[in-house]
Nanobody
Framework: QVQLVESGGDLVQAGGSLRLSCAAS????????MGWYRQAPGKQRELVAT???????NYADSVKGRFTISRDNAKNTVYLQMNSLKPEDTAVYYC?????????????????WGQGTLVTVSS
């Protein structure tokens, strides 16, 4: 009953910018950590950035200085501002959230993933 929906993926030229959004909805009591991951064809999914409920952030070395993760707790939404995009940033970007939510029979601590949004950076 909890869903994450990403949006904002697009085709952009190298050096351009995109802002990804991920909104959580459903039977949510509280959201702890939120994060962005990405997966390119033939490669493993990798962590891009995470943010705690208190606003502490963590970034992969490959995106430090270019990407910024933020969240709006009132809207249950996490964002990823991506600047100075490079072709190697091309991937499907997924958001994830660790949260307390409603499950069958009561409440549980869940890890929920979105469906992904495609970012393509051309050279």
């Amino acid at each position: 009953q909890v869903q994450l929906v990403e949006s904002g993926g697009d085709l952009v030229q190298a050096g351009g910018s995109l802002r990804l959004s991920c909104a959580a909805s459903g039977s949510i009591l509280s959201i702890n950590n939120m994060g962005w991951y990405r997966q390119a064809p033939g490669k493993q999914r990798e962590l891009v950035a995470t943010i705690t409920s208190g606003g502490s952030t963590n970034y992969a070395d490959s995106v430090k200085g270019r990407f910024t993760i933020s969240r709006d707790n009132a809207k249950n939404t996490v964002y990823l501002q991506m600047n100075s995009l490079k072709p190697e940033d091309t991937a499907v970007y997924y958001c994830s959230a660790d949260l307390w939510g409603g499950i069958s029979g009561g409440v549980g601590y869940l890890e929920v993933w979105g469906q992904g949004t495609l970012v393509t950076v051309s050279s």
